[in-house]
């Protein structure tokens, strides 16, 4: 018993020594500020990774960034579902806008987005104070429309298009 005190003792007063007269709290305040660091690191690539869909103003684009999601949750769009989405972007954009360079950036929105619920939550008061409730359901039938490709949805494009719905429906 008295061993392993003295073990004990002398690994405390080595710690001690360590910490007073050697770098031990510079090492310690330099993980500690390490750590600080990744925390504020991830929060900015984030943020980053966020902008192109808090950028988007345009209830269409919206709607097209959505679409994509829900064939991003089967996995990489095939051609008839990106097909799927240009025929119903054409239903909602203007005669006069350009659809090419709408779909590229609907396709980077989406592909930056963390993931499809973190796109939702910043989308949805969006679309919820420039649509109206039909043309909310316009939304949800163009979300099934790119969903039914390929043998029907998938379990979760069914939870995504079920979350999607429910959070443009909260506070209408």
């Given at each position: 018993m008295p061993v392993i005190g003295a073990v004990i003792g002398a690994i405390m007063t080595g710690l001690l020594y360590w910490f007073m007269y050697g770098n031990g709290m510079e090492q310690i305040e330099r993980l500690l500020g390490d750590r600080r660091n990744h925390k504020l690191r991830l929060k900015s690539e984030a943020n980053f990774k966020a902008a192109p869909i808090r950028s988007i103003k345009n209830p269409a684009d919206a709607a097209g960034v959505l679409m994509q999601l829900v064939a991003q949750a089967r996995g990489t769009p095939t051609p008839e579902q990106e097909a799927a989405i240009e025929e119903q972007m054409r239903?909602?954009?203007?005669?006069?806008?350009?659809?090419?360079?709408?779909?590229?950036?609907?396709?980077h929105a989406a592909t930056q987005a963390?993931?499809?619920?973190?796109?939702?939550?910043?989308?949805?008061?969006?679309?919820?104070?420039?649509?109206?409730?039909?043309?909310?359901?316009?939304v949800e039938r163009?979300?099934?429309?790119?969903?039914?490709?390929?043998?029907?949805?998938?379990?979760?494009?069914?939870?995504?298009?079920?979350?999607?719905v429910r959070v443009l429906a909260e506070l209408a």
């Open positions: 239903t909602i954009i203007g005669s006069d806008d350009d659809l090419a360079t709408q779909m590229v950036f609907i396709r963390a993931d499809a619920e973190t796109a939702i939550d910043h989308l949805a008061p969006l679309l919820r104070e420039k649509l109206t409730v039909s043309e909310r359901d316009d163009m979300l099934e429309a790119v969903a039914v490709i390929h043998q029907g949805p998938t379990d979760r494009q069914e939870r995504l298009i079920a979350r999607t």
